[in-house]
């Protein structure tokens, strides 16, 4: 069955980046429906990153069409950009600043009626609500994470973009993000991540693209990309026993050197 990206909340098309003259993303495409969580996986240096800025509009791409809910982001960013939240690799807020004031200026900044009911509900979703008035700097790195998170859906934006959201944060915070994750897909929004966890993109996302050196090498779901290697020995070595895996996939198709 050939998936049509009639109802795609994000469209991307022939998207390429430069730095300089150096090529970091080429001729990348892809789509992302409704009611979907898309993983983008690709060794350190594929351009994820650089793909995600892009769509976020933190970054000028070359060329290359980018549609969020109907909206081009070049010709109506301000649209595009309403129907968006966004939790960057490295997010930094204002380190003096209280979770509390933090989530009430973005509320603010996104027009969201924040009630101290609903904040404190926030608060208490994310188990933070002991320390409302702790500074930003003050927190861990994944507690910093979950706030992070709160605050990229804040507006309820029916796509929300995540670069690692699991890197750094210990196992229940992890299970809790993906809930959150999976409660966003449940409401019929979208979800595009990247990860480099293969286990939890097999486990969570309903398609995935792997990228490398700029270019989409592979999308699919991951139980599809699994069923169409399995059997390829330029992928998965015919000595292979046991369960194939989307790592085992992974590796073969991006190879085992580390990236420089
Ligand atoms: N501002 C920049 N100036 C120059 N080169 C850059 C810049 N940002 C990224 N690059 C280069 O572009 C390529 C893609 O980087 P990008 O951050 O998109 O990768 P990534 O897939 O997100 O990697 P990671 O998994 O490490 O986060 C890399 O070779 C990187 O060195
Ligand atoms: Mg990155």
């Given at each position: 069955?050939?998936?049509?990206?009639?109802?795609?909340?994000?469209?991307?098309?022939n998207?390429?980046?430069?730095?300089?003259?150096?090529?970091?993303?080429?001729?990348?495409?892809?789509?992302?429906?409704?009611?979907?969580?898309?993983?983008?996986?690709?060794?350190?240096?594929?351009?994820?990153?650089?793909?995600?800025?892009?769509?976020?509009?933190?970054?000028?791409?070359?060329?290359?069409?980018?549609?969020?809910?109907?909206?081009?982001?070049?010709?109506?960013?301000?649209?595009?950009?309403?129907?968006?939240?966004?939790?960057?690799?490295?997010?930094?807020?204002?380190?003096?600043?209280?979770?509390?004031?933090?989530?009430?200026?973005?509320?603010?900044?996104?027009?969201?009626?924040?009630?101290?009911?609903?904040?404190?509900?926030?608060?208490?979703?994310?188990?933070?609500?002991?320390?409302?008035?702790?500074?930003f700097?003050?927190?861990?790195?994944?507690?910093?994470q979950?706030?992070?998170?709160?605050?990229?859906?804040?507006?309820?934006?029916?796509?929300?973009?995540?670069?690692?959201?699991?890197?750094?944060?210990?196992?229940?915070?992890r299970?809790?993000?993906?809930?959150?994750?999976?409660?966003?897909?449940?409401?019929?929004?979208?979800?595009?991540?990247?990860?480099?966890?293969?286990?939890?993109?097999?486990?969570?996302?309903?398609?995935?693209?792997?990228?490398?050196?700029?270019?989409?090498?592979?999308?699919?779901?991951?139980?599809?990309?699994?069923?169409?290697?399995?059997n390829?020995?330029?992928?998965?070595?015919?000595?292979?026993?046991?369960k194939?895996?989307?790592?085992?996939?992974?590796?073969?198709?991006?190879?085992?050197t580390?990236?420089?």
């Open positions: 069955m050939i998936d049509q990206p009639g109802s795609s909340i994000l469209q991307v098309k998207l390429n980046v430069f730095y300089g003259t150096f090529q970091a993303v080429s001729n990348v495409s892809f789509y992302v429906k409704s009611g979907e969580i898309f993983g983008l996986l690709g060794p350190n240096g594929a351009g994820k990153t650089s793909t995600l800025s892009s769509v976020e509009g933190l970054l000028k791409p070359q060329s290359g069409e980018i549609t969020v809910a109907g909206f081009n982001i070049s010709k109506q960013p301000l649209h595009a950009r309403a129907n968006m939240g966004v939790q960057l690799q490295a997010t930094s807020f204002q380190p003096e600043l209280t979770i509390t004031e933090i989530i009430k200026l973005y509320a603010g900044i996104y027009g969201v009626n924040l009630t101290s009911e609903k904040l404190n509900a926030l608060l208490q979703d994310i188990k933070l609500e002991e320390a409302a008035s702790k500074k700097g003050q927190l861990s790195g994944g507690q910093q979950r706030v992070s998170l709160v605050i990229s859906t804040i507006h309820d934006p029916i796509l929300v973009m995540l670069d690692e959201p699991t890197t750094g944060l210990d196992p229940q915070s299970r809790q993000l993906w809930e959150r994750i999976e409660a966003i897909r449940e409401k019929g929004h979208a979800v595009l991540l990247t990860t480099h966890s293969m286990e939890e993109a097999e486990a969570v996302c309903d398609r995935i693209a792997i990228i490398d050196h700029g270019k989409v090498i592979a999308t699919d779901t991951p139980q599809g990309l699994i069923d169409l290697y399995r390829d020995p330029a992928v998965i070595s015919a000595s292979r026993k046991g194939i895996t989307l790592e085992d996939v992974f590796i073969g198709l991006t190879g085992k580390v990236r420089a």
